[in-house]
């Protein structure tokens, strides 16, 4: 699976981002999709994963209430809505994808990887 993201930017406080991320190469609908986002200085950390049907959304507690994870299994596309948007916020957010979640999504142990969006919240 290759994975795309795009959306990332210079935003400030309270706003919102929307970032995207498209996959090629297998079948999107059977793969668990996720977000990581990893902060200057800081480890790699997960973000939001959604299941293969859309059924099921995970979240960080850091993000939960404020972040909406998506997919669109016919554009090959999953999304991750971003709102409130804070400076703790900022860092290079991650596509993943694996074909089921689970609890090792939390260690980043993920089978695929896409490239980074840099996300920067101004306060």
């Known amino acids: 699976v290759q994975l795309q993201a795009s959306g990332g930017g210079l935003v400030q406080a309270g706003d919102s981002l929307r970032l995207s991320c498209t996959a090629s190469?297998?079948?999107?609908?059977?793969?668990?999709m996720g977000w990581f986002r990893q902060a200057p200085g800081k480890e790699r950390e997960f973000v939001a994963a959604?299941?293969?049907?859309?059924?099921?959304?995970y979240y960080a507690d850091s993000v939960k209430g404020r972040f909406i994870i998506s997919r669109d299994n016919a554009k090959n596309t999953v999304y991750l809505q971003m709102n409130s948007l804070k400076a703790e916020d900022t860092a290079v957010y991650y596509c993943?994808?694996?074909?089921?979640?689970?609890?090792?999504?939390?260690?980043?142990?993920?089978?695929?990887w896409g490239k980074g969006t840099l996300v920067t919240v101004s306060s």
């Open positions: 993943a994808a694996d074909i089921t979640y689970g609890s090792s999504w939390y260690r980043g142990a993920v089978d695929y």
């Open positions: 190469g297998r079948t999107f609908s059977d793969y668990a």
């Open positions: 959604i299941t293969w049907s859309g059924g099921n959304t």
